[in-house]
């Protein structure tokens, strides 16, 4: 008499995130986190595997474009963030241009670091090789106003006051210094404070 097979186990289904700890995901790495949101961290995912001519085409392309990239930034560049996603990349810029939205307040080696305590920083990391994280200092002057501030993806921009896109309006920019109180008797709604570089920035929003 034959003997039938011993019943198969159940195979573990992967989730929406990926297979369970353990199983594999028939392919050559982990899945890719989740876009990162504006005021919490601005992610850059490395591709590998592109085919050698593409690579040598980028290769030289990414020469060209190093010198604007944030990689080679330091503490006290600004940067243009465009967008607050996981595709686009910043672009160095003069801190004195209107597209200069963002200064780094802090450059952290590896990219699981924690920016400065107490800070209200938007985060810019790079993972993997060569990784590092800039820790976003809004570069604003005291009387500018601001669209897109609210806007989970989309870059600040200076704009004029009386634009309808207007959003917020900067009252007083204390550089050197981080004390809430500077904004007592002045018409601020809220206040942003950043340890380092010492600032502290008190606005409104820009009635419709």
Do not use: H, W
């Not at 198969?8 to 986190?33: E, H, I, L, M, T």
């Not at 005291?142 to 669209?147: D, K």
């Amino acid at each position: 008499m034959s003997v039938p097979p011993p019943p198969s186990q159940p195979q573990a289904q992967p989730g929406p995130y990926g297979p369970p700890p353990g199983q594999p995901d028939g392919g050559f790495g982990a899945p890719p986190p989740p876009a990162p949101k504006k005021n919490k961290a601005l992610g850059l995912l490395l591709k590998i595997g592109v085919p050698v001519l593409v690579v040598l085409v980028a290769g030289v392309i990414g020469i060209l474009n190093f010198v604007d990239s944030p990689a080679t930034s330091n503490v006290g560049d600004c940067l243009n963030v465009t967008q607050f996603n996981s595709t686009t990349e910043p672009t160095k810029a003069d801190c004195a241009s209107p597209e200069a939205n963002l200064r780094i307040g802090a450059k952290l080696d590896g990219s699981s670091g924690a920016c400065p305590a107490g800070g209200t920083y938007d985060e810019y990391t790079v993972s993997g090789r060569g990784s590092y994280k800039l820790c976003l200092v809004l570069n604003v002057k005291q009387g500018e106003c601001v669209a897109n501030f609210s806007a989970g993806e989309t870059g600040y921009k200076r704009v004029p006051c009386t634009d309808p896109s207007a959003e917020v309006e900067f009252l007083k920019v204390a550089e050197g210094v981080v004390d809430e109180a500077l904004c007592e008797g002045t018409e601020a709604e809220k206040v942003l404070t950043y340890p380092q570089p010492a600032t502290t920035l008190c606005f409104r929003q820009v009635q419709a």
